[in-house]
Nanobody, 124 residues
């Protein structure tokens, strides 16, 4: 059964770090563009970062220099390392798999599968 499971969310103080994981089963993440989105309360879902099947990464301006997307093909997992977190980073973070191998800027187009989301709360 095709499945994407995110983990690693939690409560962290401003300036802290978290690493989110996106683990897949029944398909190989490395064949597709994989992206991270987030949705804060009362706001629309927005793209955060995307990594292509070739390993090229891109980021939204709001997270550039603070977040790093990477993947471990042996673990069939994509990661989002989040440093210097700010209260405005608070949101539910979703992993998404595209039908394509490349990103469109910092978002994967033609998403065909979403994870269930993981909550990230940045607060003192």
């Amino acid at each position: 059964q095709l499945q994407i499971v995110e983990s690693g969310g939690g409560l962290v103080q401003p300036g802290g770090s978290l690493r989110l994981s996106c683990a897949a089963s029944a398909f190989t993440l490395d064949n597709y563009a994989i992206g991270w989105f987030r949705q804060a309360p009362g706001k629309e879902r927005e793209g955060v970062s995307c990594i292509s099947s070739g390993g090229s990464a891109a980021y939204a301006d709001s997270v550039k220099g603070r977040f790093t997307i990477s993947k471990d093909n042996a673990q069939n997992t994509v990661y989002l390392q989040m440093n210097s977190l700010k209260p405005e980073d608070t949101a539910v973070y979703y992993c998404a798999a595209s039908v394509r191998s490349y990103c469109s800027g910092y978002v994967p187009r033609d998403v065909y599968y979403w994870g269930q989301g993981t909550q990230v709360t940045v607060s003192s």
